[in-house]
């Protein structure tokens, strides 16, 4: 095989250090697998990758980028063969094994998802790891019954990728959607995605108490911290919290009653281990009845891989806005 370039991330005695190099395809962490990449996407936990800011890699070096969708070269697999479409999302990918900021991947074919034929490989990376963990909050409340007759769903972190997409996700299985985010400026685009209404979190005002007036069916919350406390006394009788993120604190301090007098669930959603029988079932779903509608307008930004680190800094301030996409080969 060729070489080929990748943003590869080092740290070593001359320090933590990130950037676009050249690199034997040999060199790729093993697996049955090998794809020509095609498309990836940046998330928060790239970003904490790329910049060191946050302890991601378990081992260096390694190719950055937790999602990538492309094109088989080669297979030991009988499962898969020359020119079959994949994707992978989470599983290790910049964690353990290189991920999907190169030009081509080597995947276990165990980890290797069969790209649905209603999706693109653009399409599946504008989804991403952000489209599967909403999608994937929503298989989790739903088999614990929740039902839109419940009532409607507050996801929180509305703006970022998961709410954007938890936002056309949610409103395609039949649900009401009430956006919260502090970027009031944006809320025409939210109710463009299908919210039926929008509050601003700066203007939110909890009043402490163990239990609300219930105003909600459920939640599908990306901030953690206060936001989280204060809305699990509304949601109503056996509705279901969805916990996916921790934007604004990994803390949380409440009290049992919401549990005990309301039969509220907290469902954690732990995107990235998830095992190949729900992953197979997510992105069945996510591919038919629950594809969003407006994937193109979710997607804000487009760059090429040589590019993929001029974003990092902007997301971990909370300055950007929708799904961005890598750009890395057709």
Not at 38 to 50: I, Q
Not at 187 to 208: I, K, M, N, P, T
Request: charged content about 20%; glycine content about 14%.
């Amino acid at each position: 095989m060729p070489l080929m370039k990748a943003f590869r991330i080092h740290s070593d005695d001359t320090g933590y250090r990130a950037g676009v190099e050249t690199m034997d395809t040999d060199a790729l962490s093993p697996g049955e697998v090998l794809v020509k990449a095609e498309w990836s996407s940046v998330n928060y936990k790239d970003a904490l990758a790329g910049t060191g800011k946050g302890k991601i890699l378990r081992r260096f070096p390694l190719n950055g980028g937790i999602d990538v969708a492309g094109t088989v070269v080669a297979s030991t697999d009988t499962r898969f063969r020359e020119g079959d479409k994949v994707l992978a999302t989470g599983s290790g990918l910049s964690e353990t094994r290189d991920g999907g900021y190169g030009e081509y991947v080597r995947l276990p074919a165990d980890l290797t998802i069969p790209l649905p034929a209603t999706l693109t490989t653009r399409e599946a990376m504008i989804l991403g790891t952000a489209g599967f963990t909403a999608a994937l909050a929503l298989l989790r409340m739903t088999d614990n019954r929740q039902t839109p007759d419940l009532g409607p769903i507050a996801i929180t972190g509305a703006t970022g990728g998961v709410g954007m997409l938890g936002i056309d996700i949610f409103t395609r299985a039949g649900y009401q959607v009430h956006a919260i985010s502090g970027k009031a400026d944006r809320f025409d685009f939210l109710r463009g995605l299908g919210a039926v209404d929008c509050l601003d979190r700066h203007a939110l005002s909890f009043s402490g108490k163990p239990m609300e007036s219930a105003k909600y069916g459920g939640l599908l919350d990306n901030v953690g911290g206060e936001t989280l406390a204060g809305f699990l006394p509304m949601i109503a009788s056996y509705g279901n919290a969805a916990i996916c993120g921790l934007a604004g604190s990994p803390d949380l301090a409440t009290t049992v009653m919401p549990f005990i007098i309301r039969g509220v669930s907290v469902l954690g959603v732990a995107s990235a281990g998830t095992g190949r029988a729900i992953r197979d079932e997510v992105w069945q779903r996510l591919s038919s009845d629950w594809k969003p509608r407006h994937l193109d307008t979710i997607c804000t930004k487009e760059l090429a891989l040589e590019d993929v680190a001029s974003v990092f800094d902007t997301m971990l301030e909370g300055g950007s806005f929708g799904r961005t996409v890598v750009r890395i080969g057709g």
